[in-house]
């Protein structure tokens, strides 16, 4: 499940990539596929040995094409080990809403890309987010959880204020804003929930099948509920 389109994310040979907070991978995953060269970033060094494992099974499988490389680095986003203007491409997928000192990471981006570069920066929409904050207090006061809740607005604000130029922006993930919302109100850890359960069984069926009624019903879902919005913005040259 992709939150970044790479249409406006251009990736490929050549092309180093940071996968910044990348959790369990995904994003990391289609960067190699696509044949580019990929660090996997995290501070939870035991997700990143599954991310590494992956990246293993991947080259096993014959899945990365020649050339491209992937490695996982294990650090802090706001002290990030990479040299300045190292990077021409970064993701920040879900990430800036856990940080306390949000703009002390989108520094640390605008750092380590290169003059030119593009990155894509996504965080949950206000919409969905503030429901799910009313819902469930658990939601959002949990070790790790999320701090705040941007608007589109703030973010944009934020990264022009750090030195980026403001590109497009879309929404993603329609269909998961009601499954959030639905274990917000039976209680956020309830995994067990008959309705949590019988909609988490019917988006793993869209991962895993994509049938076109379900790509129509998120496609007209996005810009009303998506659960996440994505900001693309470049580093000036």
Known sequence: MLTVDFGRLPV???TRVLDLGCGGGRHAFEVLRRGADVVAFDMDAEELKGVA??????EQAGEVPDEATAETVTGDALDMPFEDASFDRVI????LE?????MAAMREIFR???????????????LPERICWALDEDYHTAPGGHVRIYTL??????LKATGFVIGPHHHAHGLHAPYWWIKCAVGVNNDDHPLAKAYHEILVWDIMK???ATRIAEALLNPLIGKSVVLYVRKPA
Not at 92 to 95: G, I, P, T, Y
Not at 98 to 102: A, G, S, T
Not at 153 to 158: D, P, S
Request: proline share 12%; net charge negative; hydrophobic share 50%.
């Open 53 to 58: 494992t992956m990246f293993a099974a991947m």
């Open 112 to 126: 380590v890309l290169k003059p030119g570069g593009l990155a894509a920066v996504t965080v949950p929409s206000f």
């Open 210 to 212: 994509r049938p076109a």
């Open 153 to 158: 607005a703030e973010l944009g604000a934020k």
């Open 12 to 14: 490929g040979p050549g």
């Open 92 to 95: 920040a997928a879900e990430v």
């Open 98 to 102: 856990h940080i306390p000192d949000d």
